[in-house]
């Protein structure tokens, strides 16, 4: 699964630079493996290495990170509904459960493609191919994500027209990329239903944004990235990405 190519594969010398080399073997994204390079925890070849200009040969050079082996694994794309009550972080001692522990250990280190936090649930993707974890989750790159929110009481136009505006909060300003009501249900305690679209997606960024406003969250739900959506998973299950959704989210 997944596009591989890249300038010195189409040059066909099958050497690639060092920090996609530990990337691909699940160490961290792509760029967070150039950044380890200057703690000089790699060696190529029993040599310390700390540029990431250097190339290696992944059939033939000897690559150890923290004095331990490594190999380019193959690529996992999985699609997770992360339930409530279930951290993202790949080790926290004070978490109840961690999402990695939703997922078989024969894929080995995963990590997440942006995060949910603990009160939140939804569709999240896991990987260890770095460079895709990167494309998905940086700004620049648009992938939108979408979450049914639902908030006590009635939100009405007035109060909608402000959130699409945009609001501080701890100097950023917030602004959804789509905002919409979806429904309001009556009962014992009216909830508002809405549909809100981000973008750059900032720490707790929904939920900072209808704190602004007055309103209070009482389910928090992410149902779309970008193009995948799946009504059919329920918390705690996963599957695995299609070849075209992960195209989808590459291209």
Request: hydrophobic content about 35%; overall charge positive; some cysteine.
């Amino acid at each position: 699964m997944g596009k591989q190519g890249s300038n010195h594969d189409r040059r066909g010398d099958g050497r690639m630079r060092i920090a996609r080399y530990l990337a691909m073997a699940g160490v961290a994204s792509r760029r967070a493996c150039e950044e380890l390079l200057a703690s000089h925890c790699v060696e190529v070849n029993g040599e310390r290495v700390t540029s990431p200009a250097l190339k290696v040969d992944p059939h033939r050079d000897q690559v150890y990170f923290d004095g331990r082996p490594l190999r380019p694994s193959e690529r996992y794309y999985l699609l997770l509904y992360k339930p409530v009550g279930v951290t993202c972080s790949s080790h926290d001692r004070h978490a109840a459960r961690l999402v990695r522990e939703l997922l078989p250990q024969h894929f080995g280190r995963l990590f997440t493609v942006g995060r949910l936090d603990r009160d939140s649930e939804g569709l999240l993707v896991c990987t260890n191919d770095g460079q895709f974890a990167q494309r998905v989750a940086h700004p620049r790159h648009g992938v939108e994500k979408t979450y049914r929110v639902y908030v006590r009481d009635r939100v009405d136009n007035a109060v909608l027209r402000r959130m699409r505006g945009g609001l501080v909060s701890e100097g950023e300003v917030l602004r959804p990329r789509k905002l919409r009501r979806i429904a309001v249900h009556g009962g014992k305690t009216m909830i508002t239903e809405l549909e809100i679209v981000l973008q750059e997606g900032r720490k707790r960024e929904i939920r900072r944004l209808c704190q602004a406003v007055g309103a209070d969250i009482v389910r928090l739900q992410r149902i779309g990235i970008g193009p995948i959506f799946d009504a059919e998973l329920k918390p705690g299950q996963w599957r695995h990405l299609r070849k075209s959704e992960v195209a989808a989210l590459s291209s």
